[in-house]
């Protein structure tokens, strides 16, 4: 067997010919694996980097308020009216000299220290206030009665008794002829 | 903000446009290489239905590459290499297989009952000493007899030296002779 014939052997046994739905059976196959669009990929990379950037600032931001209000403490700045627990009923009236470093929230940053107050008292004197304004609380007889204390006579200076009288003490001299030593001598 | 929104829909009609480009392009050389693709996956094969499924399995492929395979020579050559790669694969995995197709009787010209069974005994003859060729050799044979193929062209096709392509075509033709004689 001569190189030629081999050749046009193993040629005729290649041309094979695929079968006539061959291209569109491989457009169908294009089709189902389509490539990915261009289009698409510019869409994606944009809202992919926008939702970190949110992801990232919604962190951020909830860390820094942790930061600020580090526990439940009751401060004068965070502390809502309307969500202040009832406080126990105190055993003698409310007084107004609490009023004084509560009644006058300053606008503290949050660098300066926090001052502090017992919540029962706070939300007493709240009870308070609100009794006053709602007419629930009659403030008149507290109003005669620091009229009446100021209409009284002040009190008297108290007068220290003189001490001239008093005999100064006399210190005796002491005499050991007096004492009996026992258990020998000195 | 209406510029940054017409730069965009500018882009995107400008990515459509590249893309039915491409679509355009890989319609020819699907209409230009697919008979290639099929005999390839057929030398090794020669079972008509798998070897059609190994060639779009490869076409599949190359259009989800194609941007980096327009040049014509270049996607032939991708082609015809991932072609025979999973040909190669899907033979492997299905040793089990023994039927295979015959040769096509209606290619040849021989009409008389006798001639065709000799064409048949000699073509299953052929394909057993190709068979029995290691890949390198079987590779270049079924490249030089697909659609005939000269040298320069397999070379291209395979991504090798002409001179490498023609000593291992020649080795190849010498051992078939040996073995069909």
């Known amino acids: ?186 | 903000m209406i510029d940054e929104s017409t730069n965009w829909l500018t882009d995107a009609s400008v990515t459509m446009a590249r893309d039915q480009e491409l679509d355009r392009e890989f319609e020819a050389r699907l209409i230009e290489s697919s008979t290639l693709a099929f005999r390839v996956a057929y030398g090794v094969l020669r079972h008509r239905e798998d070897a059609e499924d190994v060639a779009q399995e490869a076409f599949a492929k190359a259009y989800r590459s194609f941007g980096q395979l327009r040049e014509r020579d270049r996607f032939r050559a991708w082609l015809v290499r991932m072609t025979w790669r999973m040909a190669i694969n899907r033979l492997r995995s299905d040793r089990r297989r023994m039927v295979r197709e015959q040769a096509p009787l209606e290619t040849l010209s021989s009409t008389t009952a006798s001639d065709a069974l000799a064409v048949t005994e000699r073509t299953a003859r052929l394909w057993k000493a190709i068979d029995a060729l290691p890949d390198k050799l079987r590779v270049v044979t079924v490249l030089a007899g697909i659609e005939e193929h000269d040298i320069r062209e397999v070379a291209l096709l395979l991504r090798l030296p002409e001179g490498t392509v023609k000593s291992r075509l020649f080795l190849a033709r010498q051992r078939l002779k040996e073995l069909l004689q």
Do not use: C, Y
């Open chain 1, 1 to 186: 067997m001569n190189d030629d014939r081999l050749k046009r052997e193993i040629e005729e046994a290649l041309a094979v010919e695929p079968s006539p739905h061959f291209a569109a059976q491989v457009r169908a196959r294009v089709a189902e694996s389509a490539r990915p669009s261009g289009v698409w990929i510019r869409w994606a990379v944009p809202a992919a980097a926008f939702a970190l950037v949110a992801l990232v600032t919604a962190v951020l931001f909830l860390e820094l308020k942790e930061t600020v209000v580090p526990k439940p403490v009751e401060t004068v700045r965070n502390a809502p009216r309307d969500k202040t627990p009832k406080a126990p009923p105190l055993p003698t009236a409310q007084p107004p000299a609490t009023a004084g470093p509560v009644a006058r929230p300053s606008p503290a940053t949050a660098a300066e220290p926090e001052v502090l107050f017992d919540p029962r008292e706070m939300a007493a004197f709240r009870d308070f206030v609100e009794g006053v304004r709602e007419d629930r609380i009659d403030i008149t007889k507290l109003l005669e009665l620091q009229q009446a204390a100021a209409r009284t006579s002040p009190i008297e200076e108290i007068a220290l008794m003189p001490i001239g009288d008093v005999e100064p003490l006399v210190i005796e001299s002491l005499s050991f002829g007096a004492h009996r030593i026992e258990g020998g001598s000195l």
